[in-house]
């Protein structure tokens, strides 16, 4: 049987050309099936599992519509990601799972709390910044361009540990969070193109271990060149 | 907001820095602007205004557009300050205001004219409080300013004041949105009867209603989300023009303002450039030209040389197109453009951030926005990319279905026009960035050097 890789929202959720990580996956998995899910529609992951489930960076006001969209669905995230079902968020899409999103004004957007995790926006002072991580012994380059900081509660696991760059906060010694085959970063854009070892351990999670990354020589050179050049000139 | 002391010392101390750049034969800095700003936050809040100030600002276009605006102008004998030679930032405006006043900050002229970076209307906007302002466009930018086009919009609504009077692009919805209660007029393009659909763009950011939420249906969808569209669900459309583009031809467009209809001269067909044109002529019909004043004036205007330039070499062409590094949205356009010019073509990118290439690892997510799939096409017989960056490109025209024997990358910028094998191309494109024009000009000589080499194909 086909595997199923459900986008949830890509008509909002994708703002820096994250889509790619699903299309990514599709090179890799010629055989999967992808279901794009808009906000007007039903998630496929409500009535099947699916293999991956997706979910990009987004406004500021499409992260309400999304919580509001996700929380009638709340059980049976939780449910899934019990089950070991392979989650990938990125960008702020992490905080749609979180506990919280404080405003400027001090305001508290409720989110699906599913991961221990807090955010705080600052509109005006939009963080940029290249990340430079350990996943599994390998390195893993990113970047991260948003307005919010994220506080991680005592004893949540960090995805990738920080060897150069801000993790969820300037303090941070972890980006990213981890619960099962769930994986949340705000490494925002094309994280698994751009990150052959990590892709491949996302398709592990997925039950395709065996699978072949698509563009390999030219991913990894790519990556190797990235890496590089963050140790010469950042590093 | 009146003057003060430390408005007072300000403008001194800026002016002083004038008198100094032009004893070292300097000028067209921002230095003066960012010393009165330095020194006195609200400069421009309290800098005494010109009786009319016009503004040019949007995503996309707002240089080229405020270059025509310029030159009509000035064609027809006005007398303006504006910040052409300078930056389209705070510092930038004040420097021109400084440059145009007298030692107390008088204003020598009694009309400004401003290009105006959406992301700063904080900065410039609600001080300088512009009489009319034309927004071009509002499309996904560089990540890092721009973090997404709804933050612009937002920065937009808060920033401009309700007391401008606008002029939009009702082909964009999320442009003619802006600013509901203000006073606007319109510019579009009627659907051409030879329009073809363009395809899918990874960028769109206006599939839903902005008012409902529901997906929309287009009309005419020409790129992006650029094109006449219509709500399902709550009959939202876009708005009518009062500045139409009935007929759109080679070298000239038929429009209509204020019930006259004119023809306007386009120095080509490329819809981008249709639109600045006619964005142009909107603002400076609203502005109280009469419609066959503008038509005869624009007959002298060109694309900025800068921007956009053809030379021809042995019956081949070799053609300087901006691109502007991190914006998917002006790559994405160039890329069509070379897939749309007829023949054969070979393109040279140089999209790095100059920057960047120098001091970090840019954040290439960019790259995944823009339509690389443009170049994919059986016309482009080679891409050759090159730059810190170019592994990462060449990855981006690979997932983009680009053959990898169509495919040539390296670091060495100044090494490109080295890798292009001209064979059948009938033109060769360097897409190149704002920062990186004189490399593009010593690359185009190569390239001309190899046409001379080759001979014509003839």
Same mark, same amino acid.
């Given at each position: 049987m086909s595997m199923t890789i459900e986008a949830l929202f890509p008509e909002k959720c994708n703002l820096f050309g994250d889509l790619f990580n699903v299309k990514y996956l599709q090179k890799c998995l010629p055989d999967a099936r992808r279901v794009d899910t808009p906000l007007t529609g039903e998630p496929v992951f409500a009535g099947q599992r699916v293999d991956l489930v997706y979910l990009g960076p987004m406004s500021e006001r499409t992260q309400e519509q999304v919580i509001a969209k996700l929380r009638p669905y709340r059980e049976r995230l939780d449910q899934l990601i019990e089950e070991g079902a392979a989650f990938l968020l990125t960008g702020n899409a992490v905080e749609v799972f979180g506990r919280w999103i404080e405003r400027e004004n001090g305001e508290r957007l409720q989110g699906l709390g599913l991961l221990p995790l807090t955010a705080k926006q600052d509109m005006m002072h939009r963080h940029n910044s290249v990340f430079l991580g350990q996943w599994q012994g390998q390195e893993v380059i990113g970047f991260k361009s948003q307005f919010t900081m994220a506080w991680p509660e005592e004893g949540a696991q960090g995805l990738f540990s920080v060897t150069k760059g801000v993790g969820l906060n300037k303090t941070c010694g972890f980006e990213g969070l981890r619960q099962g085959n769930l994986f949340a970063t705000y490494l925002l854009g094309p994280v698994l193109p751009l990150n052959p070892c990590f892709a491949k351990s996302l398709l592990g999670a997925m039950g395709a271990p065996e699978a072949e990354l698509a563009f390999a020589p030219a991913a990894e050179a790519a990556y190797a060149q990235r890496v590089k050049d963050f140790h010469e000139k950042i590093g | 907001m009146k003057r003060n002391l430390r408005f007072t010392l300000a403008l001194l101390a800026a002016k002083l820095s004038v008198f100094c750049l032009r004893l070292i034969g300097r000028k067209g800095t921002n230095l003066p602007g960012g010393i009165a700003i330095f020194l006195c936050k609200d400069f421009l809040g309290r800098m005494p205004r010109p009786e009319t100030i016009v503004g040019i600002t949007g995503t996309n276009g707002k240089t080229t557009v405020a270059n025509m605006v310029e030159d009509v102008l000035e064609r027809l004998g006005y007398d303006f300050v504006c910040n052409r030679t300078g930056s389209n930032v705070d510092t930038g405006v004040a420097s021109a205001l400084i440059a145009s006043s007298t030692l107390w900050g008088k204003p020598k002229k009694r009309l400004a004219v401003f290009e105006l970076d959406e992301r700063s209307a904080n900065l410039t906007m609600s001080y300088i409080k512009p009489d009319l302002l034309l927004v071009t466009n509002i499309f996904r930018d560089s990540y890092k300013r721009n973090a997404h086009p709804e933050f612009i919009v937002d920065i937009l609504n808060r920033f401009v004041p309700d007391s401008t009077r606008l002029v939009l692009n009702a082909d964009d919805l999320m442009c003619a949105s802006l600013k509901p209660g203000s006073v606007r007029s319109y510019f579009s393009i009627d659907p051409q009867p030879e329009e073809e659909p363009s395809g899918e763009?990874?960028?769109?950011?206006?599939? +839903?209603?902005?008012?409902?939420g529901a997906l929309l249906e287009w009309e005419t969808r020409r790129y992006h989300h650029i094109g006449r569209a219509r709500c399902p669900q709550c009959g939202l459309s876009s708005p009518q023009g009062e500045c139409r583009a009935a007929e759109v031809g080679e070298r000239d467009m038929l429009v209509e303002m204020g019930g006259e209809a004119v023809r306007l001269p386009l120095s080509n067909r490329s819809m981008i450039n249709v639109y600045n044109s006619l964005a142009a002529a909107a603002l400076l019909y609203a502005f109280g030209l009469a419609p066959e004043k503008i038509a005869g004036a624009m007959a002298h205007t060109a694309i900025s040389a800068s921007r956009y330039l053809e030379e021809e070499v042995n019956s081949r062409k070799v053609i300087l197109h901006l691109a502007k590094g991190q914006n998917p949205v002006a790559c994405s356009r160039a890329f069509q453009n070379i897939r749309d010019y007829p023949g054969k073509k070979a393109a040279i990118l140089f999209l790095d951030d100059y920057f960047d290439a120098m001091h970090t690892v840019e954040n290439i997510s960019w790259l995944y926005d +823009?339509?690389?799939?443009?170049? +994919?096409?059986?016309?482009?017989?080679q891409v050759v990319a090159a730059g810190a960056r170019h592994w990462d490109v060449y990855l981006r025209l690979l997932m983009a279905g680009a053959k990898e024997e169509r495919l040539a990358h390296l670091p060495e910028t100044e090494e490109a026009a080295g890798a292009l094998r001209l064979g059948e191309a009938d033109a060769v494109f360097i897409l190149y960035d704002v920062y990186t024009i004189g490399l593009a000009n010593r690359v185009k000589e190569q390239v001309k050097e190899l046409m001379k080499k080759e001979g014509s194909r003839g």
């Open positions: - | 763009n990874i960028v769109q950011d206006v599939r +839903a209603c902005p008012k409902c +823009a339509d690389f799939e443009f170049l +994919a096409d059986d016309s482009v017989t």
